[in-house]
């Protein structure tokens, strides 16, 4: 047999965002994926992003968790199995089940997710199992539930196509839900709808925005207080939900001072919100991360509630969902306080029915510790065994450092993940390795509901289980197998689907009883559905008849009085956090595509010019950021896109990316009330120059082993890069560099002592292996230059920093899917090229993906014609 002789492309759902864009994946018979969108799926007919695009490049096995470890060492899975369910049956045996936890994963399948869940609250008893959404939508759930009596998304991603205004609120859309955005540009582009961005900082969503309003951060209760004030002033209340007169009253109490904004601005917002009856409010983690989130969300549905602008073609609010199966885990309960199938944990009825269905021995009765608790109970030592799947929480929750510790220090850790080497896998007791997108069968729900395959492409490699499995197999050896002992997941599915049926007769939105019976086959070929799927229901927008959930069947409003952030003087500013256009979350998969790391490869602060003068920082100087919780050094990046005392970071650096990076080490574990979901958006932090005695940059062919006050590693198609700052030089720059590069040979050295510069090449026949460049300032060199250069030749102008005459230096990626750099886009402006069309045609920028394109139209709009 040919064994790279193409097979069928396999129909599955991108590893990613909540979009959930369909992809046709390719195995190339050598391990590889080709990788296309589906122009069938009904989320992107096509489409895909950049990240999606690269899926291919994330599925090579290096660096891959192959078999399971026990205290760092290679075990079988019996082994860890065996112990696994040794140590969590006897610590609940000792000190009951409330002493054991799990923290797991809105990128879990919803098969592996529903089987983790029926395992701690049916089964040890116990409802101690959180998951990142927490730190993600849970002000979305618990704002849901009040408004709704329930959890439900009520529109679809065609009424951002339908509506007459879009008002994107804490949101950037464009480079979180990339292909969602697109198909609203296209709507604008065809139809002029109007686009709002409330937003403190001037993203790459506004590109399309007819309005930006650089709200005051945190303010965004208060603005749409205003909002409902004037719905009623204008007579356009047209609904009757309780809690009406009272959520009136704090609208009208507010005053628009805390908004920041201008009255023009303010009141075009109101006459577009207003004047439009189709009208999509999308929201997403500017409005969810803070600590007054879930009263945030509801001053949101107020005024979709207040209108009956809900539920209708091109109406209502919208929770963007960020992980790929953020809607399953809602789905399948699994939140600390939820039951599977939407049902509640605070209800006897609806526990108890769940319990019959499960056979179950010792249900949860009351709702577990939430994830900044979670980890807090961690650290006291009443959790004494935790398993944590499918999450980097060492990095990702607030207080990282602290997390950190408290898993460092907990009796008996347990981590599910692809990869050893995560900051959070490097502590566990056992390791389990997990299979990962491409190689694992099962379902996922995007952001409108709809639920669609995941399938397997490549073989599991080594050793490595799905998810679902493991965990059944951990069920069966603490004694309940008979419960557990699905043959794949498509039984599991179909077990769901039943539950869901027992759910919907007790009143749930969430039924998908219809796929009880699914059989091994039917699951195969399952093509996309919206839920609900059953008898009664099927699919749709939900809440447009004006019933809801709550037992009268009327909605609720709720009465919110903005809550405004108390300063700190010692700590003045305040500090913004979230995601770049191609990384994704702590990089353990993105960072290993090269086209990834081209945009941005190092952990940065976005800082106002103001703020950079006062604090005498220069731009790509390096920061210090600190407060009592935490300290991280970023590359400054003065920019007006933020305002003075809101700088902004990215989450996305980790210690294996970037030790110094790590943002959560300063957030504090500020939760909202309401749903326990943390601030993310406001550290209070003080900022001052990182002292660097020195700066480098250095590409290798292999992985660096840097030793310096900062670095920041990224990878490149043939090796790596880093860039390095230390506050003290070393004693022998060949020997440091001998070091980083772990080679031994003597390297070629240019040294130009009156400008402080220092430039060390390693070769070996004649070919680049390793450069280190280093200065007093930072290292100002055309990085794409240097990181062509490896493997290459070793030409002379090399150590002199230059490209060879023939080698045009494209400078700093700006299309990542086609490698368009932006001098290459800037020259062809130059030349002429007037339009994002224009130079798609002309240089290919642009013309896959479309992420950069607001990048392309800011270049030109920066360039004289
Ligand atoms: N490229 C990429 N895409 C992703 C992800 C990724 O890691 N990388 N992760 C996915 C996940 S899990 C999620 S949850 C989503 C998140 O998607 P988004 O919520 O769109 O992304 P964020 O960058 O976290 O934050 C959105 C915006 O909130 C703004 N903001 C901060 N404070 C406030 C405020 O007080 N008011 C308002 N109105 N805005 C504020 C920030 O400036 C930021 O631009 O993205 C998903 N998509
Ligand atoms: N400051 C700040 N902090 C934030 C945020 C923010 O905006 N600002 N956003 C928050 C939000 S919204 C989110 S969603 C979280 C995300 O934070 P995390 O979920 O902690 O981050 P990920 O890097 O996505 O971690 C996923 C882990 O699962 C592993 N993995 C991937 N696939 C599989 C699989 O199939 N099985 C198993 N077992 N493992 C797998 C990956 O290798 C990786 O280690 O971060 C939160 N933290
Ligand atoms: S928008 Fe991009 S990351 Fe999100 S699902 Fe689609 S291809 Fe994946
Ligand atoms: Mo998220």
Not at 687 to 700: D, E, H, K, L, Q
Request: net charge neutral; charged share 20%; proline share 7%.
């Amino acid at each position: 047999m040919n064994m790279a002789a193409p097979r069928p492309a396999i129909r599955t759902t991108c590893a990613y965002c909540g979009v959930g864009c369909g992809v046709l994946a390719t195995p190339d018979g050598l391990g590889g994926l080709g990788i296309a969108g589906d122009p069938e799926h009904p989320a992107n007919f096509g489409r895909l992003c950049v990240k999606g695009a690269a899926l291919g490049e994330t599925v090579a096995l290096d660096g891959r968790l192959l078999a399971p470890r026990i205290h760092g060492r290679e075990a079988g899975w019996d082994a860890a199995l065996d112990l696994v369910a040794r140590r969590f049956s006897d610590t609940i045996a000792a000190h009951g089940p409330d002493s054991v936890a799990m923290y797991v994963s809105g990128q879990l399948l919803t098969e592996d997710y529903y089987v983790a869940n029926k395992l701690m609250k049916g089964f040890i008893g116990s409802a101690n199992i959180d998951t990142n959404s927490r730190l993600c939508m849970a002000s979305s759930v618990a704002g849901h539930r009040r408004a709704f009596g329930s959890d439900t998304v009520p529109g679809l991603y065609e009424d951002l196509e339908q509506a007459d205004t879009v008002v994107l609120v804490g949101s950037n859309l464009a480079w979180c839900h990339p292909v969602l955005f697109q198909r609203l540009a296209a709507a604008r582009a065809a139809r002029g709808t109007r686009v709002v961005v409330i937003d403190p900082r001037r993203t790459a969503t506004c590109d399309i925005a007819d309005l930006h309003l650089a709200i005051a951060p945190g303010a965004d209760a208060a603005l749409f207080n205003l909002l409902l004030a004037d719905i009623d002033r204008r007579g356009l209340v047209a609904a009757d939900p309780a809690g009406l007169a009272e959520a009136l009253a704090a609208a009208r109490a507010t005053t628009p001072a805390a908004t920041g904004l201008p009255h023009s601005a303010l009141q075009r917002f109101l006459d577009l919100w207003c004047g439009s009856a189709r009208v999509v409010t999308v929201y997403s983690q500017g409005i969810n991360q803070s600590d007054s989130g879930t009263d945030k969300v509801n001053a949101i549905l107020n005024c979709h509630l207040a209108t009956g602008r809900i539920g209708r073609p091109g109406m209502g609010p919208f929770s963007v969902t960020g992980q790929p199966n953020a809607m399953g885990g809602r789905e399948v309960g699994g939140l600390a306080n939820m039951l599977a199938c939407h049902l509640a944990l605070e209800n006897p009825a609806h526990r108890a029915a769940v319990q019959g269905f499960w056979a179950a021995p010792r249900m949860a009765e009351k709702p577990g510790l939430k994830a900044v608790d979670l980890f807090r109970a961690v650290e006291a030592g009443r959790i004494k065994a935790l398993w944590i799947i499918c999450t980097n929480p060492a990095v990702t929750m607030p207080e990282a450092d602290r997390v950190a510790r408290a898993i460092a220090g907990c009796a008996f850790t347990v981590v599910s993940d692809l990869f050893a080497t995560t900051d959070t896998a490097r502590l566990a007791h056992v390791l389990l390795p997990a299979t990962g997108w491409g190689e694992k069968d099962g379902t996922v729900t995007n952001s409108e509901r709809r639920i669609s395959r995941q399938r397997r492409a490549l073989p599991a490699p080594g050793q490595a289980r799905d998810d679902w499995r493991i965990l059944a197999d951990v069920a069966a050896r603490m004694g309940w197998g008979a419960a557990f002992a699905w043959q794949g997941p498509a039984e599991v599915f179909a077990e769901h689907a039943a539950l869901s049926g027992v759910a919907g007769a007790l009143g749930s939105d969430f039924d998908i009883s219809d796929h009880a019976g699914i059989t091994p086959d039917a699951y195969e070929a399952m093509q996309p559905f919206l839920w609900p799927q059953s008898a009664q229901k099927r699919g749709g927008r939900f809440f447009g008849d004006g019933r809801f959930h709550h037992p009268d069947g009327r909605a609720r409003m709720v009465a919110v009085t903005p809550a405004l952030p108390a300063p700190d003087p010692g700590h003045p500013f305040r500090l913004n956090t979230g995601r770049v256009r191609d990384h994704w979350h702590t990089m353990t998969r993105s960072g290993r595509a090269p086209r990834l790391s081209r945009h941005l490869a190092e952990p940065f602060l976005e800082l106002h010019p103001q703020d950079a003068a006062r604090l005498g920082l220069e731009p790509a100087t390096l920061a210090e950021i600190a407060n009592p919780l935490g300290r991280a050094i970023l590359r400054v990046l003065v920019t007006d896109r933020v305002a003075p005392g809101h700088p902004f970071a990215p989450m996305h650096w980790t210690g294996e990316t970037a030790p110094s990076g790590r943002i959560d080490a300063l957030v504090p574990g500020l939760a909202d009330p309401v749903s326990g979901q943390p601030a993310l958006k406001s550290a209070a932090v003080a900022i001052r120059p990182f002292p660097a005695a020195w700066y480098g940059f250095a590409v290798s062919t292999r992985a660096m082993a840097p030793d310096c006050d900062y670095w920041a590693s990224a990878t490149l198609p043939d090796g790596f890069q880093a860039e390095l700052a230390g506050t003290a030089p070393p004693e022998d720059w060949a020997q440091a560099a001998q070091r980083l590069f772990g080679l031994d040979d003597p390297p070629q050295v240019l040294r130009d002592d009156s400008r402080g510069i220092l430039r060390l090449a390693f070769a070996r026949r004649g070919r680049v292996q390793a450069a280190l460049f280093v200065a007093p300032g930072p290292v100002a060199l055309s990085r794409s230059h240097l990181a062509a250069a490896l493997g290459n030749p070793c030409e002379p102008g090399l150590l002199a920093g230059r490209p060879g005459g023939d080698r045009p230096d494209g400078g700093a990626v700006v299309c990542a899917c086609l490698g368009v750099g932006v001098n290459t886009i800037l020259d062809g402006i130059r030349d002429g090229l007037a339009s994002v069309e224009a130079i798609g045609e002309a240089l290919g920028a642009g013309t896959s993906c479309g992420s950069c394109r607001p990048e392309l139209r800011a270049l030109l709009a920066r360039q004289p014609a």
